[in-house]
């Protein structure tokens, strides 16, 4: 009976899009604010109707009910019920649900911010964001209904994927996906601005890049996520394999981060309009591609959680959107001229452009490389794989050469900068890196390329340490204390400072790829019980193995006493378990985790006797990449924090008080 | 030059110096782990592992997988190392068996020599349409519209240096030790 409730509760959610899909452009056309409310109210009840339909899902998985089919094939009566929540997101029905609630409950709030600020907008964005929904709603009622029935109920289902059995399993898919679904927001406004022919108008930026920045957010989090889950659990001591699911979450990430940069060119100069939309029409499609991508897509991954057809109806609704938006942009594109005009090749105009043009460069790589496997086949017949050596020689230049535009752009002022303010703003920025440099030179194992990265890291952080001390000192000389001064110079430009800070945690993330990926020890070692070796400056004795079994594994824990020179570290345990069923093996690393660096052990083989396949592994400066998360959270949020800002409509120009170049 | 740009310059100095030292010790302890002591072989082993692909856990190198036949194929990696192959016999061998897409890395030749020829020129021509694209903006003239009208709507940048100016004006009159400019 609530199987069925939840049936008609998706039945009617889809109606009630379709609804506010016609409503929506009827009443605009129509000049009818009425029917735009209406259509407005139908989009909101989604949000109930989903929760529905969710709950009827959540009780089938509680109660164990495998008649339902999506309940028998991602469940068993061994699986704790705090997995459900996993089990939610596990398959292909049970995430397409995930998604359409997730997004109608984001797309409620976003709806309801637009519609004061943005009034014409509004009707149209709204109208997008509801064929979004209604795709998702199509796909579940036509073609994969998670509350759909089995004709013969199982006894037991089919139990869950072992590998998603972990704590990192609870949160970094389902931000993962939020964070794709969310790109369509941004895309929405944009859209239904350039639709309501307000793209020229700059009143949808604002909107445009808190959404833009939340999506952003979501996204970069969803890769740290699973990375940290990579990194403890896939258990082979690294993080990031350029996969190509990881790479299709990559890409959406790449473009957004390239479109709240240029967003803000349009909000400060009015300029960048054609160059937001394309790159939010980039964006979208991207985020649609890395949906396409995990979801059975053609490329083989350790991630594509659930293979299916279901992906190419992805790709098609994808082609779709991309169409129908480069049909609008350019039906739209008169609108679009921008009001203010580049003055110089060299401004921070012109380095956003770089910047921007870069991210897109690594993306398009980044797609190229995990595209390229299908061309090969089609056109010659010769499966070749494209790894992760490819993307390490081709992407690293480019990533470092978007660190070194961000140790300069904001160094650069808006409308024209000189060669020499440039090469004064940057003194203190090079004398940092000349510092490391030599550092490295003289102590270091002469690695050319990580000394050249770590000596840009240090110009970044050099450029906006210096600015912060040079703001707060100007600020101290007007009497505030310098805690006080510090805290104020943040809060006056926001967006700025904010920036400054998510640059930051990209140079803490930046330290630890590259720290990690040039001066990582690793190790294969035999050891049998009793057994010390010893490794830089750690000594580890493997004293012994305990074995548990439970019903539907077998796990082995092997034992170590771990010293730092002298000092006791404690007693570190990795294990391995074997699923049977699965026929799949899952490691957990034991780490030790320092910011200087990470003494990772992790068991790769056990065979009788106690004698056991170890690899150790020293991954100095990981740390840092789990540490920038929170720091990327606060940048950001500090960015979007609203302010007080004088209205535009009060505020008039005296004549003669307008200010030169406009 | 001033007694206040004095003690501004003193104190970014303090402060340089601290982040410097900081930056120094941290690139320091970068530097601490060498690595020396691990054996040439079990080095190249890893590497070779790195580039070649477990045939049957897709996408994963038999580095990273956990599958019994990535760690036979480290295995042999390892025995034919020590047996005096080089990586590229190595990686010969595999192809033999498991075809081309045993390796990471594409082959610089035939169709796949696409796959590495891109990205460069990518490169070039995201160079060339940066230069392309400011060139058209410089070119490009504003609108004139409602610019020259007196109820223009400012751009924050705008308004920021209006209000520069507002405040620079106030602060003239404001400061009992009158405008605090460079003597």
């Not at chain 1, 609530?2 to 009443?27: C, D, P, R």
């Not at chain 1, 978007?402 to 920025?429: C, E, K, Q, S």
């Not at chain 1, 992790?602 to 150790?616: E, I, K, L, T, Y």
Request: glycine share 8%; net charge neutral.
């Amino acid at each position: 009976m609530i199987v069925e409730s939840g049936q008609l509760a998706l039945v009617l959610a889809l109606l009630a899009t379709g609804y506010a899909v016609v409503a929506s452009v009827m009443g605009v056309a129509r000049r009818s604010p009425e029917l735009v409310m209406s259509g407005r109210y139908g989009f909101y009840s989604t949000v109930i109707l989903l929760l529905v339909a969710t709950a009827a899902l959540v009780h089938a998985f509680v109660t164990n009910d495998f008649s339902v089919r999506y309940v028998a094939e991602n469940s068993s009566l061994a699986m704790p019920k705090a997995y459900t929540w996993v089990a939610l997101y596990a398959g292909n029905a049970g995430s397409m649900l995930f998604l359409a609630i997730i997004f109608s409950a984001f797309a409620l709030v976003a709806v309801g911010t637009i519609r004061k600020r943005l009034p014409y907008t509004a009707p149209y964005a709204t109208a997008i964001m509801a064929m979004v929904l209604l795709f998702l709603l199509a796909v579940m009622v036509f073609l994969a209904n998670p509350l759909s029935r089995l004709d013969v109920v199982p006894l037991d289902g089919q139990g869950i994927n072992p590998l998603l059995v972990h704590f990192g399993m609870f949160i970094h898919p389902p931000v993962q996906m939020t964070g794709l679904i969310v790109v369509a927001i941004p895309f929405s406004i944009a859209m239904g601005a350039l639709l309501a022919g307000k793209g020229g108008n700059d009143e949808w930026v604002d909107l445009g890049r808190t959404w833009g920045m939340i999506a952003w957010l979501i996204l970069t989090l969803g890769l740290l996520l699973g990375s940290w889950w990579a990194y403890t659990i896939l258990g082979w001591g690294g993080y990031w394999a350029w996969d190509p699911v990881e790479n299709s979450a990559l890409m959406p990430w790449l473009a957004m981060t390239a479109f709240v940069h240029s967003i803000m060119v349009q909000k400060r100069r009015g300029m960048f309009r054609m160059w937001n939309m394309v790159i939010i029409i980039i964006g979208f499609t991207l985020a649609q591609l890395g949906m396409f991508i995990n979801r059975g897509g053609p490329v083989p991954s350790v991630h594509s959680f659930a293979q299916s057809a279901m992906g190419w109806i992805f790709l098609g609704f994808m082609a779709f959107t991309l169409v129908a938006s480069i049909a609008v942009f350019v039906s739209k594109v008169d609108t679009l001229k921008s009001r203010g005009r580049l003055e110089s090749m060299l401004s921070r105009e012109s380095a956003f452009l770089a910047q921007n043009i870069a991210f897109l460069a690594v993306a398009f790589v980044t797609l190229w490389g995990t595209v390229f496997p299908i061309f090969s086949e089609t056109a010659s017949d010769v499966t070749i794989t494209v790894g992760q050596p490819f993307f390490n020689l081709v992407n690293g230049p480019l990533l470092l050469f978007i660190v070194f535009l961000m140790g300069i752009g904001p160094l650069l002022p808006w409308r024209r900068a000189t060669i020499g303010g440039l090469i004064r703003a940057l003194r203190i920025p090079l004398a940092a890196a000349g510092v490391v440099g030599l550092i490295f030179m003289i102590v270091g194992p002469r690695q050319p390329v990580a000394t050249v990265a770590f000596m840009t890291c240090a110009m970044v952080l050099a450029g906006i340490g210096h600015e912060w001390v040079r703001g707060t000192q100007s600020r101290h000389r007007k009497g505030e204390n310098y805690a006080k001064a510090f805290m104020m110079l943040l809060s006056a430009n926001r967006p700025r400072y904010g920036g400054y800070v998510v640059h930051i945690s990209i140079i803490m993330l930046a330290a630890g790829a590259i720290g990690s990926s040039f001066y990582s020890v690793q190790r294969d070692l035999v050891m049998s019980p009793g057994d010390t070796e010893t490794i830089g400056e750690y000594t580890f004795t493997y004293t012994g193995t305990t074995h548990q079994s439970h019903p539907d594994r077998e796990e082995d824990y092997a034992q170590f006493e771990v010293y730092s020179g002298d000092t006791y570290l404690g007693e570190m345990e990795p294990f391995r378990a074997v699923y049977p069923d699965f026929r799949i093996a899952s490691t957990r690393g034991a780490i030790h985790s320092t910011p200087l660096e990470d003494f990772y052990i992790v068991p790769s083989d056990f065979s009788d006797g106690g004698q056991a396949v170890f690899r150790v592994l020293i991954n100095p400066m990981v740390w840092w990449m789990w540490a920038s998360g929170p720091i990327m959270i606060l940048g950001t949020l500090l960015a979007l924090a609203p302010r007080r800002e004088p209205s535009p409509a009060t505020l008039r120009v005296p004549a003669g008080m307008r200010p030169a170049g406009v | 030059m001033t007694y206040r740009n004095q003690n501004y310059m003193k104190n970014s100095k303090t402060i340089l110096t601290v982040a410097l030292a900081a930056l120094a010790i941290l690139a320091l302890a970068c530097t601490s782990n060498t690595g020396d002591d691990i054996p040439e072989i079990e080095r190249k082993t890893h590497s070779l592992n790195k580039a070649i692909m477990c045939p049957v856990c897709p996408g994963e190198s038999i580095d990273q997988s956990q599958n019994p036949l990535a760690v036979s194929m480290r295995s042999i990696v390892a025995e034919k190392l020590t047996d005096g192959w080089t990586g590229d016999q190595i990686k010969d061998f595999f192809v033999e068996r498991y075809g081309p897409s045993v390796l990471l890395e594409p082959p610089r030749e035939g169709i796949s020599l696409a796959a590495w020829v891109l990205p460069p020129m990518a490169v070039v021509v995201a160079i060339f349409a940066v230069f392309i694209g400011l060139r058209w903006m410089r070119r490009t003239t504003a609108i004139p519209s409602a610019v020259t009208s007196e109820n223009t709507v400012l751009t924050l940048d705008e308004q920021e240096s209006y209000f520069r100016r507002i405040e620079a004006a106030l602060d003239l009159d404001d400061t009992p030790d009158g405008p605090s400019l460079p003597s």
